[in-house]
Nanobody
């Protein structure tokens, strides 16, 4: 059983940056068995996949809405995945979640994401 814990959210002005972290805890869980993913949910909207990173960190994928502004990375020794977010806009306001998936696909089926964190709030406002 794995527990994912996000941190790093907060209030930031438009054009600002934040770095989110997601730590994985628990026994019987091999961090490097999984692609790690960042997903968000804006107020009144559905889930939006943002980014994925493979087990080695050598392969990444981004949604068009964040490509070029957000960077995903991972530190397997620390069992942590990061999301560096730059040039934030009010449209980035959302609860941000990390989640595991044991493969990557361009097709998003939320049922395939095995474990989720509790989320961290990001608010972009002046």
């Amino acid at each position: 059983q794995v527990q994912l814990v996000e941190s790093g959210g907060g209030l930031v002005q438009p054009g600002g940056s934040l770095r989110l972290s997601c730590g994985a805890f628990g026994s019987g869980f091999t961090f490097t068995d999984y692609w790690m993913n960042w997903i968000r949910q804006a107020p009144g909207k559905g889930l939006e996949w943002l980014s994925s990173i493979d087990s080695t960190g050598g392969s990444t994928a981004y949604a068009a809405s964040v490509k070029g502004r957000f960077t995903i990375s991972r530190d397997n020794a620390k069992k942590t995945v990061y999301l560096q977010m730059n040039n934030l806009t009010p449209e980035d306001t959302a609860v941000y979640y990390c989640a595991t998936r044991d493969y990557y696909s361009d097709t998003i089926d939320w049922a395939d994401f095995d474990s989720w964190g509790q989320g961290t709030q990001v608010t972009v406002s002046s």
